[in-house]
């Protein structure tokens, strides 16, 4: 069992930043792929960011790449997602998502499915 928190989201202006923040306690954090999705209101989820477990791949939708960076810190058991340029269209609930893959470091998904654990989720306003 793994459980995911994560913390970072609130209102913001157009253009402007934010930092998620999704603490991991259970297991070997690194033993994971962590990703972040987001669902708008009546819209369904969708894919944001992946990145292996080494941290060392990474892999973004189109519609944040350039925009949006994943980062892990294995010694803190906690994944990143730092937001710039925001838009509002990026307004959403964010969630982190946690994969098990011990047997890859390099292993990264993009498919909702692929995963084992999600957090709760966090609300991101982004105002015009």
Do not use: H
């Not at 069992?1 to 209102?11: A, C």
């Not at 819209?43 to 292996?52: T, W």
């Not at 964010?94 to 990264?108: F, M, N, R, T």
């Amino acid at each position: 069992q793994v459980v995911l928190v994560e913390s970072g989201g609130g209102l913001v202006q157009a253009g402007g930043s934010l930092r998620l923040s999704c603490a991991a306690s259970g297991r070997t954090f690194s033993n994971y792929a962590m990703g972040w999705f987001r669902q708008a209101p009546g819209k369904a989820r969708e894919f944001v960011a992946a990145i292996s477990r080494s941290g060392g791949i990474t892999y973004y939708a189109v519609s944040v790449k350039g925009r949006f960076t994943i980062s892990r810190d294995n010694a803190k058991n906690t994944v990143y997602l730092q937001m710039i340029g925001l838009k509002p269209e990026d307004t959403a609930v964010y969630y982190c998502a946690a994969e098990l893959v011990p047997s890859s470091i390099s292993y990264y998904s993009a498919a909702e499915r692929s995963y084992d654990y999600w957090g709760q989720g966090t609300q991101v306003t982004v105002s015009s």
